[in-house]
Nanobody
Framework: QVQLVESGGGVVQTGGSLRLSCTAS????????MAWFRQAPGNAGRERVF??????????YYADSVKGRFTISRDNAKNTVYLQMNSLKPEDTAAYFC???????????????WGQGTQVTVSS
């Protein structure tokens, strides 16, 4: 069992930066692929949208909408995955969720464990 807790969300102006963190408890964090998904306001009934993923030994993959602006990284010694978000836009406003899965990928059903989410709001 893995428990995930996100932090670092907040309100930022267009063009600003935020760094999200997701800390895992439980065993074998280093063996999981980790990812970030997001859910925009008013879309609670829809599936979460892929943002970025990183494999257990590295190797990152990004959604086209964030490529070049966001960076995913992980520190296995701290059981933590990060999402550095730069050049933020109003359309990045969403609840951001951390996820862990054995195989990874860009589809939310590929992940077994989820955090509770952290809100990011980008003002124009």
């Amino acid at each position: 069992q893995v428990q995930l807790v996100e932090s670092g969300g907040g309100v930022v102006q267009t063009g600003g930066s935020l760094r999200l963190s997701c800390t895992a408890s439980g065993h074998s964090f280093s063996t999981y692929a980790m990812a970030w998904f997001r859910q925009a306001p008013g879309n609670a009934g829809r599936e979460r949208v892929f943002v970025a993923t990183i494999g257990s030994i590295g190797g990152e993959y990004y959604a086209d909408s964030v490529k070049g602006r966001f960076t995913i990284s992980r520190d296995n010694a701290k059981n933590t995955v990060y999402l550095q978000m730069n050049s933020l836009k109003p359309e990045d406003t969403a609840a951001y969720f951390c996820a862990a899965g054995v195989h990874g990928g860009s589809y939310h059903r590929q992940y077994d464990y989820w955090g509770q989410g952290t809100q990011v709001t980008v003002s124009s």
